[in-house]
C-alpha cells in the first residue's frame, strides 16, 4: 500500500561525497517522521538521522558534521547529503518513514525501503 524507494548510493573514495534520495509512493494521506538507517555486514541496523515533518533533524554522533538530512513534504521524499565520508560508513543504508495510509480514519504504520548500498574505499 506504501512503497519506500531509495536511490543514489555507489561506490566512493573515502573523502567523497554522495547523495542519497527516499521517495515514498502509494496511499498516503500524511507522513510523520522519516529517517535514515544503515547495516554494515555483520551487524545491527542503526540510526543514521531522522527528520520530522516540521524539519526537525537529529543524528547519530557518527556522523553529525558530516552528513545532512533534509525532505521535500510536497514530494513525500527525504534525502540524505554524505559528506567526507570514511569507509567506516559503508553499508547498506534503508530509508524508514511512518506514514498515515488513507483510510477512516487514517492509520499509521513505518514503512522500510528497500536499501542502497554505500561502499566508501580508502
Known amino acids: 500500500q506504501v512503497q519506500l524507494v531509495e536511490s543514489g548510493g555507489g561506490l566512493v573514495q573515502s573523502g567523497g561525497s554522495l547523495r542519497l534520495s527516499c521517495v515514498a509512493s502509494?496511499?498516503?494521506?500524511?507522513?510523520?517522521?522519516m529517517g535514515w538507517y544503515r547495516q554494515a555486514p555483520g551487524k545491527q541496523r542503526d540510526l543514521v538521522a531522522t527528520?520530522?515533518?516540521?524539519?526537525?533533524?537529529d543524528y547519530a554522533g557518527s556522523v553529525k558534521g558530516r552528513f545532512t538530512i533534509s525532505r521535500d513534504n510536497a514530494k513525500n521524499a527525504v534525502y540524505l547529503q554524505m559528506n567526507s565520508l570514511e569507509p567506516e560508513d559503508t553499508a547498506v543504508y534503508y530509508c524508514?518513514?511512518?506514514?498515515?495510509?488513507?483510510?477512516?480514519?487514517?492509520?499509521?504504520?513505518?514503512?522500510w525501503g528497500q536499501g542502497t548500498q554505500v561502499t566508501v574505499s580508502s
Open positions: 524508514n518513514a511512518e506514514v498515515y495510509v488513507v483510510g477512516a480514519p487514517p492509520v499509521s504504520y513505518r514503512f
Open positions: 502509494g496511499r498516503i494521506f500524511s507522513i510523520s517522521g
Open positions: 527528520i520530522t515533518s516540521g524539519g526537525d533533524s
